[in-house]
């Protein structure tokens, strides 16, 4: 007998379907890597293999929100949602009780007191108002505080106004 006889055989193991060719497999892929002719991984028809911190990896609700805010560039009108929509917890529940914000345009905060003597409290705390509310939602959002008292009926519509007494009874 000389080296050149082929040796035997591997046993490959008894059994039935799906376990009889998985391990049918393996002992091919064994004699290929004894060979040193071990098959190459086939290529990938599709798309390439995703990096971690991919944007299509799963993340929390608010980080995909946070991250969408970013990147549509809606800081700003998210910051001043939030000074209407958390007014209570910013200023705290004795001035929430008081003023609700009617408007906030361009840095400017509109408040609305309950009666003329919180209009008058809150004018004294403007600066006070606008600190706090920069350390809770940043510098910027709001520059200034307009303060009016209750809302009178008013029979003014439109843009632009004519001197003089108003609206009378005219039936009489």
């Not at 002992?27 to 004894?34: D, I, P």
């Not at 910013?90 to 609305?112: K, T």
């Amino acid at each position: 007998m000389s080296g050149d006889a082929p040796a035997d055989p591997p046993e490959v193991p008894r059994g039935t379907g799906p376990d009889l060719a998985r391990a049918a497999l393996a002992a091919a892929k064994a004699r290929a890597r004894e060979r040193g002719t071990a098959p190459r991984a086939p290529r990938r028809a599709g798309p390439a293999p995703r990096q971690a911190g991919d944007a299509r990896d799963p993340m929390a609700f608010g980080a995909a929100i946070q991250r969408l805010v970013a990147d549509r560039g809606w800081e700003a009108t998210t910051s001043a949602a939030r000074v209407v929509g958390e007014w209570d917890r910013l200023v705290g529940p004795e001035i929430a009780d008081h003023c609700r914000p009617a408007s906030l345009v361009d840095g400017e905060l509109v408040l609305v007191a309950e009666s003329s003597a919180w209009a008058t409290q809150l004018r004294l705390l403007t600066r006070t108002l606008v600190r706090r509310l920069e350390e809770a939602v940043g510098p910027g959002v709001v520059s200034t505080i307009v303060v009016r008292g209750p809302a009178q009926p008013d029979w003014r519509h439109g843009p632009r106004r004519v001197r003089g007494r108003g609206p009378r009874d005219t039936y009489g």
